[in-house]
C-alpha cells in the first residue's frame, strides 16, 4: 500500500492504464479504482524484487491529470529563486498556459530578468512543444531540456532516440538553446568507468547546446571525459549538420 501526492491523482487513473514507479523500475497496470485507492497490478519488476520506498517517482503515461501547473510549494520556492538563481528550471511544464503562469509569477515577484528553461517530460509537453517555445521565446533566455528519464517512461523507450531527435530538430529551426539530460555517463560519474554505449550517448550529446551530468563521486573525471569527447565530435558535426572531416588515428 503506497500514496501519492497529490492524493487526487488517483481519482483520474482508469482501468487498464499504466503505472510506472521509481524511475520504470516497477511497472504496474490498474485494475480497479473505489473510494479506498487503485488496485496495480505488477507486470514488470526486477528479477530479485525491489522495495517500493517512500518518495519514490510515479510516471501515468496514459492518464491526463489536469493538474494545477504550479503549486503552493513553487510559490515558496519562486520567491528564494528570484533573489539567488539565474534560471528557472520548470519540470513536467504541459503547455503555453503553464509556462505563461510561470511568467506571471515571476513577473510578480520582479524576476521577468530570469531565464526560463522547460523540461520536457511527458507526451502532453511533446504535443504542446511549438506552443511552449513560442510563450516562452522572445521576451527573455528561455531553453529546452530533454529530460530523457520521465520521457522515456512516458513514451516507450524504443521511441527515445526518435523523440529527441525531432526535439533537437524542432529547437533548432526555432532557434532556442536545448540541454541533452538525465544519465549522460553515468557509470563513469558513479562507479569511475563509464560504458561504451555511455560514450557514443555522450558523442551524439554534442549536437545540443548544453550536456548536463548528474551528481556522484567521479563527477570530476567524468567532465574531463566529456569534454575531451565533445571536443573530438564538434569538429565532426555541428548541431545537426555532419562536417565530416578527416580523422586523426
Known amino acids: 500500500h503506497i ?11 482508469l482501468p487498464g492504464q499504466r503505472v510506472w514507479i521509481d524511475d520504470g523500475k516497477v511497472g504496474a497496470a490498474v485494475e480497479s479504482v473505489d473510494t479506498e ?14 522495495w517500493l520506498r517512500p518518495e519514490r517517482g510515479l510516471n501515468l ?4 491529470l ?4 504550479l503549486t503552493p510549494k513553487d510559490f515558496e520556492d519562486l520567491d528564494f529563486v528570484v533573489e539567488h538563481a539565474d534560471i528557472v528550471g520548470f519540470s513536467f511544464v504541459q503547455d503555453g498556459q503553464a509556462v505563461d503562469e510561470l511568467v506571471q509569477a515571476l513577473r510578480q515577484r520582479h524576476g521577468s530578468h530570469l531565464g526560463i528553461l522547460a523540461k520536457i517530460e511527458t507526451r502532453s509537453a511533446l504535443k504542446s512543444l511549438p506552443e ?35 526535439i533537437l530538430w ?5 532557434h532556442i538553446p536545448v540541454v541533452w539530460a538525465t544519465q549522460v555517463l553515468e557509470s563513469m560519474v558513479k562507479e569511475g ?3 561504451r554505449a555511455e560514450i557514443t550517448d555522450a558523442a551524439m550529446s554534442e549536437r545540443a547546446d548544453c550536456v548536463m551530468l548528474n551528481k556522484g563521486p567521479f563527477v570530476l573525471e567524468a567532465m574531463d571525459v566529456l569534454n575531451d569527447v565533445l571536443n573530438r565530435m564538434e569538429a565532426h558535426q ?12
Open 193 to 195: 568507468v563509464p560504458s
Open 37 to 50: 485507492g487503485a488496485l496495480l497490478r505488477v507486470f514488470r519488476a526486477p528479477s530479485k524484487g525491489v
Open 3 to 13: 500514496s501519492c501526492i497529490p492524493p487526487e491523482v488517483v481519482d483520474r487513473l
Open 132 to 166: 511552449i517555445i513560442i510563450h516562452g521565446a522572445g521576451q527573455r533566455p528561455f531553453g529546452i531540456m530533454i529530460a530523457r528519464g520521465d520521457l522515456a517512461l512516458e513514451i516507450g523507450y524504443e521511441r527515445l532516440a526518435e523523440i529527441q531527435e525531432e
Open 61 to 64: 503515461p496514459d492518464t491526463k
Open 170 to 174: 524542432l529547437c533548432e529551426a526555432a
Open 238 to 249: 555541428h548541431k545537426k549538420m555532419a562536417q565530416l572531416r578527416a580523422l586523426h588515428w
Open 66 to 69: 489536469e493538474l494545477s501547473h
